[in-house]
């Protein structure tokens, strides 16, 4: 299964941490969003899309991007770190896969050390996280991600 993840993760990188943990389970390619790049998704059997939660949302950039490039009718998932609370999760990302018929394999989140606005003031909430049992069960994720979906 070729996958491919686009994601924003900034500030601890507890994000990427997740994602770097998932990539050791098989081939997945890692788009920062950030980096100005032209890039075609058509490719890829699998598309991921992750984030940490700001404002109780996915980073706008990462929901412009799956606007942008996200092709009709590809298999997605979704990832993202949160330090109090999920938020609204991947919602915003889910409606525009939605809106492009794909279906949605699942999400995984996790707590992710965090010291935005007033959190940096009590040193942080979620701290030492994602830690070795959050990396585990992302990896296990992208695994039956995987076999539902015809392995690599």
């Not at 940490?52 to 942008?68: L, P």
């Amino acid at each position: 299964m070729k996958t491919v993840v686009c994601y924003y993760s900034r500030h601890h990188g507890n994000t990427l941490k997740v994602l770097e943990a998932m990539s050791a389970e098989g081939d997945m390619d890692l788009i920062d969003v950030t980096t100005r790049q032209s890039v075609r998704l058509e490719g890829y059997d699998c598309i991921g899309f992750a984030s940490g939660i700001y404002g109780f949302e996915f980073q706008k950039a990462v929901v412009e991007f799956a606007r942008q490039y996200l092709p009709q009718g590809k298999p997605v998932f979704f990832v993202y770190t949160y330090g109090g609370a999920k938020g609204t999760g991947a919602k915003a990302v889910a409606e525009i896969a939605r809106e492009k018929d794909c279906t949605v394999l699942g999400e995984f989140s996790c707590k992710g050390y965090d010291t935005f606005g007033p959190f940096k003031l009590v040193g942080g909430i979620a701290k030492g996280h994602p830690d070795r049992q959050d990396l585990e069960n992302a990896r296990a994720f992208y695994r039956e991600l995987q076999a539902q979906n015809g392995g690599e």
